[in-house]
T-cell receptor, first 117, second 110 residues
Framework: DAGVTQSPTHLIKTRGQHVTLRCSPI?????VSWYQQVLGQGPQFIFQ???????GRGNFPDRFSARQFPNYSSELNVNALLLGDSALYLC????????????????FGPGTRLLVL | DAKTTQPPSMDCAEGRAANLPCNHS???????VYWYRQIHSQGPQYIIH???NNETNEMASLIITEDRKSSTLILPHATLRDTAVYYC???????????FGTGTRLQVTL
């Protein structure tokens, strides 16, 4: 079975531009989470979506937004890019438990490496 | 979610067992212990998780102390491909996010 896939793998943008990153979850998984990993640090949680609804949001500005589609794939959008947005963007998918979201194991994709110049 | 403490780095000889400790002294009763690892420039990889009992899978074993305040991830026969940053996390049922700390950088050497 295919794992989590992300596109593109690499991207170069300039300050002020916007970017859209895409993620396809593991087949059967209904929840998608997004993380940002700046060089030298651990991944930081941005969003989680379940059944197209936002379930959680990390401490990121409103320039960051996301959505989930009926097929459970997801897009992460970042507007007005800053140099500090340069990072590896990770998507993870999971299958929430019967309780609707508990300790579901998250499986990560390979990430999209974004460089903002 | 409870905070975890891990040593910043460890070395292990290839073929030997790698024992990675994690302290989570403020863990509460409904929090699970999760371990992930991240090989350079790749996405984090799920390894194992547990609540109270020791757990084993094809990748590793997880030993949780009886008071649940610490745990140890054991890679029974480390190989060079196990060189990675290993993250220990505790997660509640109400939390949807993973909170990565700084992890332990495991270097497996010949």
């Amino acid at each position: 079975d295919a794992g989590v896939t992300q596109s593109p793998t690499h991207l170069i943008k300039t300050r002020g531009q916007h970017v859209t990153l895409r993620c396809s979850p593991i087949s059967g998984h209904k929840s998608v989470s997004w993380y940002q990993q700046v060089l030298g640090q651990g991944p930081q949680f941005i969003f989680q979506y379940y059944e197209k609804e936002e379930r959680g949001r990390g401490n990121f500005p409103d320039r960051f937004s996301a959505r989930q589609f009926p097929n459970y794939s997801s897009e992460l959008n970042v507007n007005a890019l800053l140099l500090g947005d340069s990072a590896l963007y990770l998507c993870a998918s999971s299958m929430p438990g019967l309780a609707g979201g508990f300790q579901e194991t998250q499986y990560f994709g390979p990430g999209t490496r974004l460089l903002v110049l | 979610d409870a905070k975890t403490t891990q040593p910043p780095s460890m070395d292990c000889a290839e073929g030997r067992a790698a024992n990675l400790p994690c302290n989570h002294s403020t863990i509460s009763g409904n929090e699970y212990v999760y371990w992930y690892r991240q090989i350079h420039s790749q996405g984090p990889q799920y390894i194992i998780h547990g609540l109270k009992n020791n757990e084993t899978n094809e990748m590793a074993s997880l030993i949780i102390t009886e008071d649940r305040k610490s745990s140890t991830l054991i890679l029974p026969h480390a190989t060079l491909r196990d060189t990675a940053v290993y993250y220990c996390m505790v997660i509640t049922g109400t939390a949807s996010k993973l909170t990565f700390g700084t992890g332990t950088r495991l270097q497996v050497t010949l």
